[in-house]
């Protein structure tokens, strides 16, 4: 019987098997590595942080120091008698000005010391008058106050402007005792008055000046007014004829800026001297103009430096 085998020619030769060798894998990161990576993140954060607060404090003092700059005084005013007033300044730092004044006719200066709080009482004048309060730190900061006032008075005072003079007018519902008044502080002149009204017409002297007029009555009741006045020389002035013209003559101490003249309130005339003459020739001035047939009524104004004028009214007939 045939069988049939299989034979291997490989039997019996012990297989070779190569192996690969595995590839070499990187050095993984150890405990030490780890840690100095997170110390140096931490680190970096930590910097980071302490440079944003650093940044917002120095913009919080920044911010606290300009509101501070910013404060501004504060004006109390009180009303503690019939005419009296309490005026309080406070603030947070040094103050540098306080001044007041009534109806803008000059400011009175309240010493501060460099004090943060300063206290002063007022008079308030009679009649309707508006105070203003004026105060300052030494930062420059600064702050307004101002209100009206209405008091009532036995006595009044009127000044009303005379020429180169000042009729001073008081009058009283009760009896007056007298009157004084002062220019700046100048020593005072009294005048006794009886009855319940007092007219006096005083000198005003040349440039600015504070006049001061205390008015008393019988039953010690106290007035005063205070004013500046500003005290100019009216121009000299007079028109005269020789029968065919009219002549002006003037004359000024500051000098004349112009001539006005009207004839019948028809024909009107301005001559610009400033325009024509130096300040020496228009200290005086003498101008002729024919007359008109007939009646001539004349108006003649001149004015000076000032602003001040005076104005002669005449009628003349031409031969």
Do not use: C
């Amino acid at each position: 019987m045939n069988q049939i085998l299989d034979v291997d020619d490989n039997r019996g030769k012990k297989e070779k098997v190569k192996k690969s060798k595995a590839p070499k894998m990187p050095r993984s990161s150890g405990p030490v590595e780890i840690q100095s990576i997170v110390k140096f993140f931490a680190i970096a954060i930590l910097i980071f942080g302490i440079g944003i607060i650093g940044t917002g404090s120095y913009s919080m003092y920044k911010d606290a120091t300009q509101e501070v700059a910013k404060t501004k005084p504060v004006i109390y005013v009180e009303q503690t008698g019939e005419k009296d007033i309490l005026l309080k300044v406070t603030h947070d730092k040094e103050l540098a000005s306080i001044t007041y004044d009534w109806n803008e006719e000059g400011a009175t200066e309240v010493p501060t010391n460099n004090q943060k709080e300063v206290e002063v009482s007022i008079t308030i004048p009679t009649g309707t008058n508006t105070l203003k309060v004026h105060a300052s730190d030494i930062n420059g900061q600064e702050i307004e106050y101002e209100k009206v006032y209405t008091v009532e008075s036995d006595i009044n005072i009127n000044l009303e402007p005379e020429g180169n003079n000042l009729k001073i007018t008081a009058n009283g519902i009760n009896g007056l005792q007298y009157m004084t008044y002062r220019w700046d502080d100048e020593e005072e002149t009294r005048v006794d008055i009886e009855g319940n009204q007092i007219e006096e017409t005083i000198e005003i002297p040349k440039g600015l000046h504070k006049l001061t007029i205390i008015v008393v009555d019988v039953n010690n009741q106290t007035e005063t007014k205070e004013q500046e006045v500003n005290g100019v020389t009216k121009p000299k002035l007079d028109v005269t004829t020789d029968g065919k013209d009219f002549i002006i003559n003037a004359s000024d101490e500051q000098g004349l800026t112009r001539v006005e003249f009207i004839i019948n309130q028809v024909d009107r005339f301005m001559i610009d001297l400033k325009a024509e003459l130096s300040l020496e020739e228009r200290k005086e001035f003498e101008y002729a103009y024919p007359l008109n047939d007939g009646e001539n009524k004349l108006e003649v104004t001149i004015y000076n430096e000032s602003g001040v004028s005076e104005t002669f009214r005449a009628m003349f007939n031409k031969e």
